[in-house]
């Protein structure tokens, strides 16, 4: 048996064998940050020989961070994403440090900087890349004394998934494996998982709960979070002291209330609401709803959409619950949604009332892998104990709508 710097017992970790990296990490930190480290003593500021960074309190050579005066790190990955950039948001205001892992295969570096104005300092990133196990090795080396993952990287495109299956295999579930073998390797104890409603598939029963069945995928996208969740249920029973939380989240929408950060897609959205923006906008001739032939009250498809900030705080939730976990290992699954389904005429007309434009659109065919409808059922929120969605569809209309205004004037 080993022990640590503290001289606590730890168990051995495992040897798994790691690839090298294919090149170095780049690494971005607070344009302000003192050039020295006292533990490292990289570079030596004479006259302050024993502060640290302002912002974080680590160095930007060795990433050495003080114990006694910092704040807990939490590597997020896909930190720059939609959903991952404003949960930094939640998390810097809550007290954490959050570091972002991103590789920009769909986001802007532009977000950086309007992280920084929202949080008042800039967040530290690392652009790696979560497939790149030796990369990511080296992320968890040079970080250290991690507190928690908030898994976000992955491809989340239903219908591209059905196009392009075994690059969301590998980058999905590739992904987090690495992430899982690597928390093991360095003792890292909490991990929140991203994952979706779509493990459900078309259910038998409206509304969902987390006891609900899981039922063949159907889409590719749909599998890999169902293999996803498999694969941390395995880890956990075969690792002692990992918590971890898995929410199953609907569909998100809205922007971050300031307009400085929202849904970015790169080329033609695959989502709703950006279409529905951009077209608002003038930067697409009309909106496509796919399908009119539904089983539902106006033939299109039923989604529970839950405003991103809503969204975000629930993940800051769900870190805080399996913190204060009384088990030593534990594996909760928790539905993040609003408990109502509005369908995509709904939703437009929702736009329509908070903007006070007419939408163009046009019915196409139904998408591959789309389901019919889907949403939560509102007493299952106690499985996220503390939470509780506060915005409604217009309130996420209202803000998406302004963050897509403020970027036609003020673009990433």
Wanted: net charge neutral; hydrophobic share 40%.
């Amino acid at each position: 048996m080993d022990t640590n710097k503290m001289g606590t017992p730890t168990t051995k970790s495992p040897k798994i064998p790691i690839p090298k990296k294919s090149a170095p990490l780049r690494i971005q930190h607070n344009k302000a940050f003192n050039e020295f480290c006292k533990f490292c003593s990289s570079i030596q500021n004479p006259n302050k020989p024993d502060q640290f960074c302002k912002f974080c309190k680590f160095c930007k050579f060795c990433l050495f961070l003080n114990p006694m005066t910092s704040p807990k790190k939490v590597l997020v990955t896909g930190g720059a994403g939609y959903i991952g950039s404003h949960t930094v948001v939640e998390l810097h205001a809550a007290g954490y440090l959050p570091i972002i892992v991103d590789n920009f295969s769909n986001s802007r570096r532009g977000v950086l900087d309007r992280l920084a104005q929202i949080c008042g300092e800039e967040i530290p990133l690392i652009e790696a890349d979560c497939r790149d196990l030796a990369a990511m090795a080296e992320v968890f080396d040079r970080v250290g004394n991690i507190h928690a993952v908030i898994h976000f990287a992955a491809f989340k495109a239903v219908g591209e998934s059905v196009q392009k299956p075994a690059e969301y295999y590998v980058n999905n579930i590739g992904s987090l494996a690495n992430i899982l073998m690597l928390m093991q390797i360095n003792h890292v104890q909490h991990l929140v998982f991203s994952s979706s409603c779509t493990v459900y598939g078309q259910p038998d029963v409206l509304p969902v709960t987390e006891d609900s069945p899981t039922k063949p995928a159907s889409s590719p996208y749909g599998y890999t979070k169902q293999v996803g969740e498999q694969l941390i249920q395995d880890t956990v029973r075969a690792q002692r002291g990992l918590k971890a939380m898995t929410l199953r989240y609907f569909n998100p929408i809205g922007a971050h209330p300031s307009g400085l950060i929202g849904e970015l897609p790169l080329g033609v959205p695959n989502n709703l609401v950006p279409y529905i923006t951009q077209t608002a906008i003038g930067l697409r001739e009309r909106l496509q709803i796919y399908g009119r032939d539904y089983a539902t009250p106006d033939g299109t498809a039923v989604r529970d959409y839950i405003h991103v900030v809503d969204l975000a705080q629930a993940h800051l939730q769900a870190l805080r619950m399996i913190e204060s976990a009384p088990e030593a290992t534990c594996n909760y699954i928790a539905n993040v949604g609003t408990g109502k389904g509005s369908s995509v005429l709904e939703a437009v007309q929702a736009f329509e009332k908070v903007s006070g434009r007419s939408l163009p659109y046009a019915f196409v065919d139904r998408r591959p892998g789309d389901i019919e409808a889907v949403w939560a059922a509102t007493a299952d929120t106690s499985r996220l104990a503390g939470w509780q969605a506060t915005h409604s569809l217009e309130d996420a209309m209202r803000d998406a709508w302004h963050w897509q205004e403020m970027l036609a004037s003020n673009p990433i």
